[in-house]
């Protein structure tokens, strides 16, 4: 049971069409963080439910309730449930996209306006606010949909959707939604796998699938002391100044060269296997890659693996600022009578928030007792999330791989990814199926920075990619 | 030659004019720091050339041209130039005060009007800004002066005045009137010593001269790396992050019991003497003093003198904040392309930011070589001021302490401030002649703070120390 040849035209002949599909979706400003941009999400989730609907698809939209944004007190943008075909002779799989999007203005810096797509034909890039995150992948579903409606070709499994409108915003009421459907005659019920197209490759040339993402613990480190600011002439040398005793305390978490300075931590990484180490060897990626996305050589390792596995496999501990010290351009002398160093440590298997936090709190609590201060120490977990890894030779992958290597004639990238898409989490435990992040767009789309792209064969073979991974599932899975 | 009875005696019968008087100036939101009060700025001029033409006081006010403040270009308050008395028997005292006030609006958290002043006749304060910094001073003076001429008193001195109104925004344009004014048939031509009316005691107790001030040496260190801010999943453990090596710099610098780990600065600092020990030891001054000032018990030392050593005698640095790391409340988790440390070094003698400046250079270049970081670092001095010390045994110092036990009936405390007065250091290096600062308020009147005060005991008895100071001066210094 292999893809038909007529699946492959349709989608080539009618690359206009599609291309006119994701202009409408992206004309719609879609903006989840805005309260102002909100009724353009519900607008956004009217065109899909309607074109959902056109092919065939049973839909039910689920209100998530309230929020409050900017001030005020509004709706939340509804998930959308979908669901078509219940042959119990067939898989059933769960697709997720989001179609809401990041803001976006002109004066931002874009060449063109972010809220209509501009086909640049020399380039062949279709820039625009959503293109590639997510309104592109998630329009790719559509279009394979359409492929096989118009062309009167049955499913070769069973389809369920869900797509929200939250995901730029802490996908709120999301996780509570799947939690609920699970069971028994519940929506989630029945599903074997669940595909995710909402990332990308890792550079921009060669297809991947995404196995990994790291989790995150996020910490406030707080050291106050005086009750007010001070004046450094007439304090300075005299009382325990509280940044002093937070940069010192800061400086003994990381090391230049990367390596946390936990005890601890480092116990918790899971070991490393020959095999998954073989599969940073063969990665398409190079030191050239990482820098050319820094901007700037400032690389780690000269070793390729040894930086992929910084990113994917290991953690990391960054330092992000400091709330409550001077921080403008210009020259105050002020001591601060309170500061809060904010890091964040991203998570690998086997660490979780739950036994990181401890060795955090422990540790900072020991050094700061060294510094022999007068000051007060405060550590707070401000947020956390576990990492996610999947089996990347469960059927669902090996699927994947196929229709990667029918499209693209590639073998696509293993990889696993550095940052957070806490909704792969929540449908891996919530569902306890095999979840695998299937992307459309490339490592250059610039997902939420100014001028966003989708290359245009990126959609088109995309679409392919998504139609091809259906009929491969259909044909790899174990009956 | 002592001061006549019936000057107290007028003092004191005169109590609630001169209040009256500040009541008139404090009225007039002379803000030297938004362009907006300007014209207030230049009102007050007016109120105080008005005051001492009536007085009989040679008035000429010096245009000190055009600045440029919150986008517009306007013209700088005048310096207000004074002169009485021509005797060449009798000595000639250069005063100074200035007539401009820090911001202040009542939402800021004041009691009180700030530009109203309000007599609390419970407490016996007078509250408002530029009560005590620096509009009571600056009466102060000419309250001795009408006390003379309405008493048909003689000066026991020849006076010169020098008023600005831009001391709170950084004297812009007086240091060039006194560099250009000195010389023979000049303006301070023939000036025998300074006093300056502009600081405040250590405590609420006690009265004292003041004959040093701390330098000052403010850096600026960035460090730069990525072309661009990253996201931390992404890049966590694979690029030389800015933060991690500025936190590593600035660790470096000094530790939380204040002392500076750059090398050669301690050699630098002048050696302690047994005569300037001794004069810690006798202030009246307490770690609770400290303590209360900064609002919680965080002195470094329990003793006494090694305290006020550290604000008056030893330099200190402060590290002030970081401009271009997260600064925001919340969790970001942002890896800062560019970020940049601020740190001040307070100088003593014989420290000066030309001897100062490669020591620091040179250690952070060391510093950061050592950490093997493909990052750039570069290192800017954003300001400086060399430190200031007087001889507190000149006959200016011998005058003021007499005065002060006459009107006092203390020995008044002999300080080194922490912080600076530049203007303190352009007389003394331009007229090359003993400077005094003699203060009128006490050390909680809160300055720059909401609900600045003077005392009405320190107004009315600091107009008393003022004229009893001119007429030691004429009895103490050598003929």
Request: charged residues 25%; glycine residues 8%; negative net charge.
């Amino acid at each position: 049971m292999s893809v038909p040849n007529q699946f492959y035209e349709y989608v080539d002949q009618h690359k206009s069409d599609f291309i006119d599909r994701l202009a409408k979706a992206v004309a719609i400003p879609s903006v989840s963080g805005d309260a102002s941009y909100r009724e353009h999400v519900f607008e956004m989730s009217r065109f899909i439910v309607k074109e959902l609907e056109a092919l065939g698809v049973k839909v039910r939209t689920v209100d998530l309730g309230k929020q409050v944004l900017d001030g005020q007190e509004i709706q939340l943008p509804p998930a959308i449930l979908g669901s078509i075909g219940d042959d119990p002779k067939k898989k059933t799989i769960q697709l997720y996209a989001h179609y809401d999007v990041q803001p976006a203005l002109l004066s931002d810096g874009w060449d063109h306006e972010p809220f209509k797509l501009t086909h640049d034909e020399k380039t062949g890039r279709l820039y625009g606010r959503g293109s590639s995150d997510d309104k592109g992948p998630l329009l790719g579903w559509i279009n394979v949909l359409e492929t096989h409606v118009k062309l009167g070709l049955e499913l070769p499994v069973n389809l369920r959707f869900c797509f929200e409108g939250m995901e730029e915003s802490g996908s709120e009421g999301l996780d509570d939604l799947i939690k609920d459907e699970v069971g028994p005659g519940k929506f989630f019920d029945g599903v074997d796998c669940v595909c995710i197209s909402d990332n990308y490759w890792l550079n921009d040339r060669t297809p991947c699938l995404t196995y990994g993402l790291r989790g995150i613990s996020y910490y406030k480190v707080t050291i106050s002391g005086p009750a007010r600011d001070l004046h450094s002439g007439v304090f300075g040398n005299t009382v325990h100044e509280p940044m002093t005793d937070l940069i010192l305390l800061m400086s003994r978490l990381v090391k230049p060269n990367g390596e946390i300075l936990i005890p601890g931590l480092e116990q918790l990484v899971a070991p490393l296997t020959d095999e998954e180490k073989q599969r940073y060897d063969v990665l398409d990626y190079s030191i050239s890659d990482i820098e050319q996305s820094a901007g700037a050589p400032v690389a780690l390792s000269e070793d390729k693996s040894a930086v992929l596995m910084g990113r994917m496999r290991y953690p990391s501990l960054s330092l992000h600022g400091i709330e409550g010290a001077f921080s403008a351009p210009g020259a105050k002398t002020v001591i601060p009578a309170k500061v809060s160093g904010k890091f964040s440590i991203r998570l690998v298997p086997n660490m979780t928030p739950d036994n990181v936090d401890p060795l955090v709190i422990t540790y900072l609590k020991a050094e700061f007792a060294k510094l022999n201060s007068k000051n007060k120490l405060e550590v707070e977990n401000l947020h956390g999330g576990k990492p996610w890894v999947a089996d990347p030779n469960h059927w669902n992958y090996v699927a994947a791989k196929k229709a990667t290597e029918t499209v693209y004639k590639k073998t696509p990238d293993l990889t696993r990814e550095g940052g957070s898409i806490p909704v792969t989490l929540t449908f891996a435990e919530a569902l306890g199926v095999n979840v695998l992040l299937l992307p459309m767009g490339r490592g250059d789309d610039g997902a939420h920075s100014t001028n966003e792209k989708l290359d245009v064969s990126n959609y088109i073979e995309g679409t392919k990619l998504l139609g091809t991974y259906l009929w491969e599932v259909a044909a790899t899975a174990p009956k």
